[in-house]
Each structure stands twice: as structure tokens, then as C-alpha cells.
């Protein structure tokens, strides 16, 4: 069963969820460009790409 089911199809995102805590980007990076994000014991790499978009690498 997805979100979506879950919620009666309804045009609702959890990306919406205004119960979710938001953090901006700067918030986040500072003056890097890149950040470790330690997760269930990995490390994963989020950075901010040329063109401006986030990737996420383990």
C-alpha cells in the first residue's frame, strides 16, 4: 500500500506534509557546496551540482 492509496488519491504529496521539518538548502551547506549525511551507519554524500541540483551518493 502506497502514501497515495492511503490518502483517498488525494492530490497530497509528503513533500507537503506540513508536520515534516524543513531545512534550507543553506541551512544545510553553508558556504560548501558538499555535506556528509551519516545514516544507519553509512555515509552518504549530498552535494550541489553546477547546474544547481542536489545529488545524494553512498
Known sequence: MNFE???NNAQFSPVDD???PVFTSGELF???QQVRI???GATY???ITRS???ILTK
Do not use: N, Q
Open 5 to 7: 492509496s492511503t490518502h
Open 18 to 20: 506540513p508536520k515534516l
Open 30 to 32: 553553508g558556504s560548501h
Open 38 to 40: 551519516v545514516h544507519d
Open 45 to 47: 554524500l549530498l552535494r
Open 52 to 54: 544547481g541540483k542536489l
